[in-house]
């Protein structure tokens, strides 16, 4: 497969952003990896796996420059994430989510998509009972929906 995205940025890193993590390297559907977790526990958990080449604290300093932003975090948190980062979103990106809800996610999200940014709510139907960064494998999309 060839490279889709020059940089990914996932805004959550536990059990779906580890999984999407490993998937695009998997299928090399990125130059660049990057990720955002508000634990630094988790964030140097990202960096020692290599699930990621960068990591930062700041959701915006993630999406600079980022072809695609997938919020990987619990719904009520993507309202927060998609404010802080909205102004740094690039022109032509794609914004995402991974929430099991979509009216919660339009509503909250929506007002901080700037123009031009091509928001597109997600919903994968898949997962397991584990949590976490070092939970994640590239197959949980395998044979699976994405609403």
Same mark, same amino acid.
């Given at each position: 497969m060839s490279v889709m995205f020059e940089k990914i940025a996932l805004l959550g890193l536990g059990l779906?952003?580890?999984s999407i993590a490993h998937g695009v390297r998997a299928n090399g559907t990125a130059r660049h990896i990057v990720? @955002?977790?508000?634990s630094a526990e988790t964030r140097k958990v990202a960096l020692d796996i290599g699930l990621v080449d960068k990591v930062f604290e700041s959701p915006a300093d993630a999406v600079k420059d980022a072809d695609l932003v997938i919020l990987c975090a619990p719904v009520g948190a993507c309202?927060?994430?998609a404010?802080?980062?909205g102004p740094y979103l690039k022109q032509g990106a794609i914004l995402t989510d991974v929430g099991s809800v979509k009216g919660a996610i339009v509503?909250?999200?929506?007002? @901080?998509?700037?123009?031009?940014? @091509?928001?597109?709510?997600g919903h994968p139907i898949a997962g397991t009972e584990q949590s976490g960064p070092r939970s994640g494998f590239a197959e949980l999309f395998h044979g699976r929906w994405c609403i």
């Open positions: 779906i952003g580890s990720g @955002h977790a508000k309202g927060v994430l404010e802080a980062v509503r909250d999200c929506g007002p @901080h998509v700037p123009q031009g940014v @091509h928001f597109i709510p």
